[in-house]
């Protein structure tokens, strides 16, 4: 087996898709794209746009060839010579299931087949496949070009030389790939963003705040803190000199208080729905999804140079970035 | 009652009372401090030194005096003329009700009495009080010289009157106060924290990730898109043509997928709390908390500064805090 990856298809290309297609893109790697329904190309020129508007303030200097992909109306000529095949077709176990017992017929036993499911475990996934070793999760978060994380995660047939030569690959193209060593429903960035979504529905059902004061209090508290040194750490450094196990004496007790009462589901109803829909209406004030995501896109990259100009964490990411060499 | 704030009192010194203390110098505030306890001053010492580090950073042209503070041994002169009092005392109701007491005592009715609890409720907290309708209280966040948000929450007694002075007074220092209309235990970013804090144990003490990869989980991931839009303007972003309503209703049913299971409390024992101080000592790597206090300031400056480019989210307050002149 190779130990490069070269040549890439990505089977769907939704948001997620094409999300990864332009981050393949600004790395000078090729992409074969296949994906049947009718609105993806459109979606598709939407991304690049966006992605080229972020990564001119990124990389001012970097040339990037945004038109070194293709576009196929077939599977098997798109998946052909494939060293990694990423799937982003919708959340449905008989759908993905399906999807790779297509690709099976078509690629190589040594091809990577990576699937982006937000939440169905890779065990399940594998379950029917012809050569199930070479299966794994790999989990993007939105937009894929601007937000570095990665989950990888193996099912039980999954061979740790696939998990390895893709947490290379990722490495490569600066995305901070994380392997988790146990599969779960959800992995864990999306057991974490549950937690927070379950607490918030609670607190607008409630009527304790309204979705705009809910990410008031976010971004300017807590979402400050998250965007460099996550929970523990955050909590670490809280700690003073007592350190963590003093911190954890401390506030261990609080999670049998009583808000823990709040750990209920809230009923999903329309008047729910309603609640959240209108005052979100209100929060936008009349912005497109378009600008939303442009000024979510010039956010994430001057929050990346920023921790670029202290070589930390996302930040670090972009520095590598910037001193690698063109190939 | 004057509309103003200019005399402001600290009753309490610990790692919140002394961000209290430097939150109001770099805005030409003079402040009066009561804390006996041993370490205060020291401790008080310290945060000086980082806020100068940072506001170094964010406005290198402002003087600011640092040492426009006094330091009483009595809670009476600390208190005498005061506009508002900050109570930054420990986190139990029988204290603050005892300092409550005595403060009554030496300052004037219309002295605003504020509560930095992250956790008791305002009714409980005026519940003995002479005059109750001026207490409130204003939760901030760690470091207070940085972070903009506090949480204001008034109880059952308080006069609105007192509510609106506060928060005049906290735009006017660059602080973005949120209101919260209706009063519950821990409010609204503690429980969204707690939230994450309990799953985030689950995590662990289920061996699906270490510490630190769960913190990079955050970081390199959903903590960059909390720092600016926080949760509901993210999904809106992320939802596409078709709004929050066809988000909600695409989502709402996750809510009863399996891994609702994981909101029970993990048992608190000894284990866990070797296992979580273990792996935190393990990826802080040597770091002092002092250290991390100042890589955690540096970046709080810097992401700042980036949204402050695009003028957007807490960004805005510091451009706002730029332009502003001297007195």
């Known amino acids: 087996m190779s130990n490069k990856i070269n040549n890439v298809a990505c089977i769907g290309c939704g948001t997620i898709g094409a999300g990864w297609v332009t981050r393949f893109l600004v790395n000078q790697i090729k992409v074969k794209i296949y994906d049947p329904t009718p609105y993806a190309e459109t979606r598709l020129e939407i991304v690049i746009k966006n992605t080229k508007r972020?990564?001119?303030?990124?990389?001012?200097?970097?040339?990037?060839?945004?038109?070194?992909?293709?576009?196929?109306?077939?599977?098997?000529?798109?998946?052909?010579?494939?060293?990694?095949?990423?799937?982003?077709?919708?959340?449905?176990?008989?759908?993905?299931?399906?999807?790779?017992?297509n690709i099976e017929e078509f690629c190589s036993k040594q091809t990577i087949i990576a699937s982006s499911t937000s939440g169905i475990k890779p065990t399940d996934l594998q379950n029917e496949m012809k050569n199930p070793e070479r299966l794994m999760v790999t989990h993007p978060f939105n937009p894929v070009y601007l937000i570095p994380l990665v989950e990888v995660v193996g099912g039980n047939k999954t061979e740790y030389k696939f998990i390895k030569k893709?947490?290379?690959?990722?490495?490569?193209?600066n995305m901070k790939p994380i392997h988790l060593k146990k599969e779960i429903e959800a992995f864990v960035a999306d057991r974490l963003l549950e937690a927070i979504w379950r607490?918030?529905?609670?607190?607008?059902?409630?009527?304790?705040?309204?979705?705009s004061e809910l990410d008031d209090i976010v971004r300017y508290g807590f979402g400050l803190r998250y965007a460099q040194m996550?929970?523990?750490q955050t909590y670490r450094t809280a700690a003073g000199e007592g350190g963590m196990r003093k911190f954890l004496e401390h506030f261990g007790p609080c999670l049998t208080w009583p808000w823990t009462k709040l750990m209920?589901?809230?009923?999903?109803?329309?008047?729910?729905?309603?609640?959240?829909?209108?005052?979100?209406?209100?929060?936008?004030?009349?912005?497109s999804v378009t600008k939303l995501e442009q000024i979510r896109d010039k956010n994430l990259v001057e929050i990346q140079k920023a921790l670029e100009k202290n070589n930390y964490g996302a930040g670090r990411l972009i520095k590598k970035a910037r001193v690698k060499k063109s190939p």
Chains 1, 2 share one sequence.
């Not at 196929?72 to 008989?94: H, K, Q, T």
């Open 264 to 287: 209920d589901v809230p009923e999903f109803n329309d008047e729910l729905i309603d609640l959240i829909t209108n005052q979100s209406d209100q929060q936008a004030n009349g912005l």
């Open 230 to 232: 996550g929970v523990f």
């Open 54 to 101: 972020a990564y001119k303030n990124f990389f001012p200097n970097k040339t990037i060839n945004f038109k070194n992909f293709e576009y196929f109306n077939e599977i098997s000529p798109a998946i052909e010579n494939a060293d990694l095949i990423i799937e982003s077709v919708p959340e449905r176990l008989d759908i993905k299931q399906k999807i790779f017992e």
């Open 166 to 173: 893709i947490i290379d690959f990722f490495n490569s193209i």
């Open 199 to 211: 607490e918030s529905l609670w607190l607008i059902k409630d009527g304790i705040c309204t979705t």
